[in-house]
T-cell receptor, first 112, second 115 residues
Framework: QQPVQSPQAVILREGEDAVINCSSS?????VHWYRQKHGEAPVFLMI?????EQKGHEKISASFNEKKQQSSLYLTASQLSYSGTYFC?????????????FGGGTRLMVKP | DAGVIQSPRHEVTEMGQEVTLRCKPI?????LFWYRQTMMRGLELLIY????????DSGMPEDRFSAKMPNASFSTLKIQPSEPRDSAVYFC?????????????FGNGTRLTVT
């Protein structure tokens, strides 16, 4: 039931773009995205509910494709502060009790 | 807003010893979660509470693990006896309600090392 994230790691130069994907084998009710810097706690970025909506937070946005049971996180014009590990957390359609199952994470490194 | 507070930040103990991790959720949050993070298994949900009542503990690995929430502002996760494979970072998180639009607020975690 754990969602699958891809890629596992990505290295960018400042200003470059990246896409992180999160896929589930089961129908999804919502997808959460979190970023964790080394030695720190995961920090909430955004939530997407089923319906295919897209959300944005500064230069970080995400989409949710309900049919494909997939969410993508888009980082545009990346900054050094974007470095960290990104996790998606999914809620299944049949369980809306906020029991998140997290993917394995995508490690992002932004270099000058 | 003080955020979710966990203690201790680091714990080093010997195999067989009892370990108690503590968590104070954000005031007013009805849900409290305990997660464990390791390189091999990622972030795993151990147990969660709603209004101080344990709702799902299916993620608790063994009987050696127990969790309590005696009141709305305090929770503990106890491991007795501890084993080296319990070494991990343990996070406590809280949310304001259990709906799908409720983000988790994580504490800074407790890094547990069992030798």
């Amino acid at each position: 039931q754990q969602p699958v994230q891809s890629p596992q790691a990505v290295i960018l130069r400042e200003g470059e773009d990246a896409v992180i994907n999160c896929s589930s084998s089961k129908a999804l009710y919502s997808v959460h995205w979190y970023r964790q810097k080394h030695g720190e706690a995961p920090v909430f970025l955004m939530i997407l509910l089923k319906g295919g909506e897209q959300k944005g937070h500064e230069k970080i946005s995400a989409s949710f494709n309900e049919k494909k049971q997939q969410s993508s996180l888009y980082l545009t014009a990346s900054q050094l502060s974007y470095s960290g590990t990104y996790f998606c957390g999914t809620e299944m359609s049949d369980n809306a009790g906020n029991m998140l199952t997290f993917g394995g994470g995508t490690r992002l490194m932004v270099k000058p | 807003d003080a955020g979710v507070i966990q203690s201790p930040r680091h714990e080093v103990t010997e195999m067989g010893q009892e370990v108690t991790l503590r968590c104070k959720p954000i005031s007013g949050h009805d849900y409290l979660f305990w997660y464990r993070q390791t390189m091999m298994r990622g972030l795993e949900l151990l147990i969660y509470f709603n209004n101080n009542v344990p709702i799902d503990d299916s993620g608790m690995p063994e009987d050696r693990f127990s969790a309590k929430m005696p009141n709305a502002s305090f929770s503990t996760l106890k491991i007795q006896p501890s084993e080296p494979r319990d070494s991990a970072v343990y996070f406590c998180a809280s949310s304001s309600w259990g709906g799908p639009n409720s983000p988790l607020h994580f504490g800074n975690g407790t890094r547990l090392t069992v030798t």
